[in-house]
């Protein structure tokens, strides 16, 4: 069994300022893991994934996140944010045998001037 | 190329009735998921299909829900005798199939289900 938490469910930020959204997993198995982002009135997109190698893996947009085995963490990461980034964002883990995903509660980034 | 899309986007039905979510996923993609959000929660995964067979099910939580996959492509969730705890938003996703396990899943823009 797995289980994902995001230990905060709103971070407000102002623009510009750094922001940390924090994941902690728990599991059994070797996993996969994945940062999901939903804007407002739209789907969920894939931001960025961890699956083997380097720990350290980054978005297009500026995001990044580091796999720490130790202490079973994926905390994403943005040294300044937009008024864009605004958005729920979702962690999530995957068994390497398995085909879905477990997502934690999502955690609210709101972003304001 | 298109994405996942999902018909309806919104969907209200009173308790008791039977409803139908439609799903079409991204052309050339096998896997086929479908999950749950409800409200300030994150998804809940309820069944995967690899081509026209459920690979896991055990998500599903009762016998109410069903979903099929004839022809390995288009899928529709069934939810029979609703009620009103079944109200939330229901995802699709696809990927490619694969024997690594790293397939990205993508999403679809979810159909939205209240019960009154």
């Known amino acids: 069994a797995q289980s994902v938490t995001q230990l905060d469910s709103q971070v407000p930020v102002f623009e510009e300022a750094p922001v940390e959204l924090r994941c902690n997993y728990s599991?059994?198995?070797?996993?996969?893991l994945f940062w999901y982002v939903q804007y407002p009135n739209q789907g969920l997109q894939l931001l960025l994934k961890?699956?083997?190698?380097?720990?350290l893996v980054k978005s297009i947009n500026g995001f990044e996140a580091e796999f720490n085995k130790s202490q079973t963490s994926f905390h994403l990461r943005k040294p300044s944010v937009h008024i864009s980034d605004t958005a729920e964002y979702f962690c999530?883990?995957?068994?390497?045998?398995?085909?879905?995903?477990?997502f934690g509660a999502g955690t609210q980034v709101v972003v304001t001037p | 190329g298109a994405g996942v899309s999902q018909t309806p986007s919104n969907k209200v039905t009173e308790k008791g009735k039977y409803v139908e979510l439609r799903c079409d996923p991204i052309s050339g993609h096998t896997a086929l998921y479908w999950y749950r959000q409800s409200l300030g929660q994150g998804p809940e995964f309820l069944i995967y299909f690899q081509g026209t067979g459920a690979a896991d099910d055990s998500g599903l939580p009762n016998d109410r829900f069903f979903a099929v996959r004839p022809e390995g492509s288009v899928s529709t969730l069934k939810i029979q005798r609703t009620e009103r705890g079944d109200s939330a938003v229901y995802l699709c996703?696809?990927?490619?199939?694969?024997?690594?396990?790293?397939?990205?899943?993508?999403f679809g823009p979810g159909t939205r289900l209240l019960v009154l």
């Open positions: 996703a696809s990927s490619l199939i694969g024997t690594s396990g790293q397939e990205t899943q993508y």
């Open positions: 999530a883990v995957k068994s390497r045998v398995g085909g879905k995903l477990q």
């Open positions: 961890y699956l083997s190698g380097s720990t």
């Open positions: 599991s059994s198995v070797s996993v996969y």
